[in-house]
């Protein structure tokens, strides 16, 4: 069948829908405002009040402080995609929340352009709620593009991934070059500009995603989410109340004795496990609960895993800016913010080669299962901070450390990033209930969030403990979660009932496709 005679949606180019590139280039341009503003967040920050240099004055706060704002930023920014789930299964679909995301992103960089210190609350604020609404429904738009069982799936989140991170690499390449010339708030001006280049696109490409993302109403079908008959519903289920009482009854607790913020946070949590709970319950057959369960449990290795790779925004961040000799072989000195760009410039060179030698190795019947991928990604990972020890090694002898350090760091960081993220979200969409798709992918985020979270905890703590003792520690940790997973794969992939067994099985012509897509 030729082009000609396609609709739009049906088309295809280099082995994949083309609303695949659609969706690529409005996330680009999303995560290149994200990234941006993330890279440059706790430099300015810690920047004084009076200014150190062309980039102009800071918030002058210190390091624990701002590490502590970086965390609660980074972490909501994910949280907030369970409500922006909500909405698009309950009210709008993932389509227009994606639109609606896009527009208070545009919004929220605006607002950042000021110097007022509300502004930059408002802002964040803004920003929170705009990738709340975008993130989750646009990573689930991708797996609605590709039918059950189309071995596609996984490469084709492989390259949505190298739309993440190449806005990621052109963010931190850029933004750090525009601060040096006109300052910080330009910076975040600059995040806002792309981002209303990814509004047009996202716009004028919606003949190509007809298909995916739109709002069915639920009315009167069997099939109706209703998060209120959920919730209710736990009043008669003794077991899931106590536990859902326990648990309220801790973050309370934690709120007189931490702080209203994680008070807020634990109750928030709490109302999420009783909801989670509840789905579980009302799953029709045991495949589905076994299914889900294994969801939620591979939330802990997203979890532990993005509480350590998120160092690169703060603790090695503010490491590379103060300890690393950043001298380019006399020549030039490389700006702070251009170090956290060798993750996404590695991503963009290694994603299609990691994404096919996993299909490859699957095709051939190797283990290549997501939950497999993810353990050992979490292991490569870790072992990335085998060279942050060596750099806290030299610094404490020599008073610097060498850049070369960080250089392997973060191709460790990134290639096991590859084995865990895009796999992730990929696996969401085969085990997640059709339902409830939207409402887990913003668990998922929701999971990265508590890892971001985390890294701002654990990077705060080297004020107390020392970089050495930090990093260490994160690639112990790491190594033993990574490797428990393994000791416990059978198990786990027997409770996903062959999810991902019938990707193995291709007509000629998927395989064809996917070939030219691996060239």
């Known amino acids: 069948m030729s082009d000609t005679i396609l609709k739009p949606h049906q088309r295809e180019l280099f082995g994949q829908p083309i609303g ?19 890279a ?35 972490m909501l920014v994910y949280v907030m995609s369970i409500p922006g789930g909500m909405i698009a ?26 110097t007022d210190i509300w502004a ?30 189309d071995i596609r799936r996984d490469k084709g989140f492989s390259i949505f991934y190298i739309g993440i991170n190449l806005g990621s690499l052109l963010a931190t390449m850029i933004v750090g070059g525009v601060v040096a010339k006109w300052g910080w708030h330009a910076g975040f001006g600059l995040a806002g500009i792309v981002m209303v280049l990814g509004l047009i ?3 004028g490409g919606q003949k190509y995603l007809e298909q995916v993302g739109n709002f069915v109403s639920s009315t009167g079908n069997e099939n109706e989410v209703s998060y209120g008959k959920l919730y209710s519903k736990l009043f008669s289920s003794p077991k899931q109340l106590l536990i859902a009482i326990i648990l309220l009854v801790a973050s309370i607790f934690g709120w007189y004795k931490m702080d209203w913020g994680y008070g807020m946070l634990f ?104 939950l497999f991928k993810m353990a050992l990604g979490i292991i490569i990972m870790g072992f990335g901070f085998l060279f942050m020890v060596f750099a806290a090694i030299q610094f404490e002898k020599s008073g610097t450390s060498s850049m070369i350090w960080l250089v392997l760091a973060y191709f460790f960081h990134t290639i096991g990033e590859l084995c865990i993220s895009p796999v992730a979200l990929s696996f969401i969409t085969k085990l997640a209930p059709v339902k409830y798709a939207s409402l887990m992918m913003g668990v998922y985020f929701a999971a990265t969030g508590l890892g971001n979270k985390v890294a701002g905890i654990v990077g705060e703590s080297a004020t107390d403990y020392g970089e050495y003792t930090i990093f260490l520690g994160i690639l112990i940790f790491t190594m033993i979660i990574g490797a428990l997973f393994i000791l416990i794969l059978k198990p786990l992939k027997r409770l996903t009932h062959k999810a991902e067994d019938n990707e193995r099985e291709m007509h000629s012509d998927e395989a064809e496709g996917f070939e030219l897509a691996d060239n």
């Open 267 to 370: 109750i928030f949590l709490t109302a999420i496990a009783a909801l989670l709970m509840m789905i579980y319950k009302e799953l029709e057959t045991q495949v589905y609960k076994d299914r889900f369960m294994v969801l939620l449990l591979s939330f802990i290795m997203v979890i532990i895993f993005w509480g350590a790779f998120e160092q690169a925004g703060g603790l090695m961040n503010l490491y590379t800016d103060t300890k690393t000799n950043r001298n380019f072989f006399g020549l030039f000195e490389i700006p702070t913010v251009m170090y956290q760009s060798l993750n996404a410039g590695f991503i963009i060179l290694f994603a299609t080669l990691v994404a096919s030698i996993w299909a490859k190795r699957k095709l051939k019947g190797s283990e290549a299962s997501s």
């Open 89 to 114: 299964d309950k009210l709008i679909g993932q389509k227009k929340a994606v639109l609606l995301g896009a527009v208070v992103l545009c919004i929220g960089h605006g607002v950042l352009v000021l």
């Open 120 to 149: 930059f609350y408002t802002g964040l604020g803004l920003v929170i709620l705009g990738v709340g609404l975008l993130k989750p429904n646009i990573s689930t738009m991708v797996g609605g593009l590709y039918k059950e069982g």
């Open 20 to 38: 695949l590139y659609i969706l690529f280039l409005t996330e680009m341009w999303e995560r290149f405002s994200y990234y941006g503003m993330r």
């Open 201 to 203: 696109n996202y716009i």
């Open 40 to 74: 440059l967040l706790v430099l300015y920050m810690t920047t004084s009040t009076l200014g150190d240099d062309a980039r102009g004055a800071g918030l002058g706060w210190t390091s624990k402080e701002a590490l502590a704002l970086y965390g609660w930023y980074t």
